[in-house]
């Protein structure tokens, strides 16, 4: 059973947005039409609360893109995005979702961010996705979206610790920083992830 995973594919990830995937748009299009090639589709979201520690509005005298130590871990802070309700948060209009058969919300613990669609960063709490596709017999996993080097990355890597063939669509996503996605992608091979 070939399986899709649509990453975040989210207003505030496409030009436009409050954190705007450089071409992020340019996945859509993309994503509908390999729709029908899969027998299950699934997606993430992420869907933070407006006071999550990893905005750095909810933050002193820090700037947007600065590192910190937050609860023993390293974070990024990121300008607000994908707020709860609001049409950030929202999958694009033009993203076919008809065929999406169950999404998966993340990053709602204001206190730790979860970049990976299966857990969060401190793998302490899982969103069920991982349950949820073994229970639907999913093996073979084809993953899409947004970001590239973030999201994308650490839902690969889950993915490979949950036992699944993991195989990137290169076509299907974008990347932030260009150069951290080179460095990732050339891990790929020797990692076990097959990219398409
Ligand atoms: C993402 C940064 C913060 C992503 C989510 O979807 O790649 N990046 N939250
Ligand atoms: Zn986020």
């Not at 909810?58 to 609860?71: A, G, W």
Request: one cysteine or more; a neutral charge.
């Amino acid at each position: 059973m070939k399986t899709l995973v649509i990453v975040d594919v989210q207003n505030d990830f496409i030009p436009g947005g409050s954190l705007a995937i450089p071409n992020g748009d340019t996945v859509i299009k993309v994503i509908n039409t390999i729709l029908p090639n899969f027998d299950l589709v699934v997606a993430t979201q992420d869907w933070h609360p407006q006071n999550h520690t990893s905005f750095a509005s909810n933050h002193k005298d820090k700037h947007v893109f600065e590192k910190i130590r937050l609860n023993g871990m390293e974070q990024v802070l990121w300008p607000d995005h994908c707020v709860q309700g609001t049409f950030g948060a929202d999958f694009p209009a033009s993203l076919n979702m008809k065929s999406v058969a169950a999404i998966f919300r993340k990053g709602m613990d204001k206190n730790i961010d979860s970049y990976s669609g299966f857990y969060d960063n401190n793998h302490k709490q899982t969103t069920g996705l991982s349950g949820y596709l073994k229970q639907k017999g999913a093996k073979d996993l084809y993953f899409c979206g947004l970001a590239a080097d973030i999201c994308v990355y650490y839902t690969l890597q889950d993915a490979l610790n949950e036992d699944f063939n993991t195989t990137l669509l290169l076509d299907a996503t974008k990347p932030l920083d260009q150069k951290k996605f080179l460095k990732q992608k050339q891990n790929f091979a020797a990692q076990g992830i097959f990219v398409q």
